[in-house]
């Protein structure tokens, strides 16, 4: 694949509208899609995107079941979905052998959704288990509009937990912590092994030298090109990435090597009908989300 955006949300069509509605109200930027999977198909496929990893967030423990079983029906050669747990859920642990067994590839938390600040010890058992499973996190890290005061991963909580949990692979979205570039520069770029930074709204608001800084500190071996469209343009993010200077290799790295590597899949084109195809229908015994079972943030 020559481009996987590795931070994508979308939605069970029956939540999608009132889903969007309710996000760009908080976040106060016009959406790329409708939140549909089909329309953030047929976005991709216009900004020639060749597969995307989606995510989901659990907001409460009861969503735990259908969030994840929503996420497998519609895995496909080139859609990548990530479960969650909700860290409140007493059938937390369980829950990840069961996303590991529906083969979904990751899980992705939200501390501010979720309630939790990254660093507190009760955390480390999912973080650990998620780690033995060979499932990546991927963290909303920095600022987010719905607690702009109060934010529940900083890069100095994200230095403390990638420390105790080592075999653990840990993805930042937004380039390590959204609006936290400068602090990331100095506590997190090129200090962690097992540390990777998504670009998730750096299309929209990093400055390109600052990009760039943090892109030669930590490697763009551990860089993952993302958008979190609906909330910004993979094709502006990936055009900004190559106003860089970087080398042919290094762009191979960001714009899919890496994330083929994170998810553990053999580069290769989608099919014809690529990113536009429909998904699947569930298969049996896989329940449908409910109006507010499991929403994508």
Known sequence: MNYIDFHVHAFADKIAVRTIDTLQKTAGVAP????????????????????MVLLSIATKPSQHLVCNNWAASVKSECIFPFGSVHPDGEDALAELERIKALGLYGIKLHPDYQGFYADEA????????????????IFHAGLDPICPDDIHCTPAMAARILEKCPETTMILAHLGGNAMWDEVETTLAGRFGNLYMDTALTGRYVDEEQLLRIIERHGADKILLGSDCPWDATDTTIAKIKRLGLTEAQERMIFAENAERVLGIESAAPTQEGLLAPPEPPSAGLGSPAPGDCESI
């Open 32 to 51: 790329a899609t409708n939140g549909t999977l089909a329309a953030t198909q047929a976005r991709m496929r216009e900004w020639g995107v060749d597969g």
């Open 122 to 137: 009760r955390m480390l058992p999912i973080y650990r288990k998620c780690g033995e499973l060979r499932l990546p996190v």
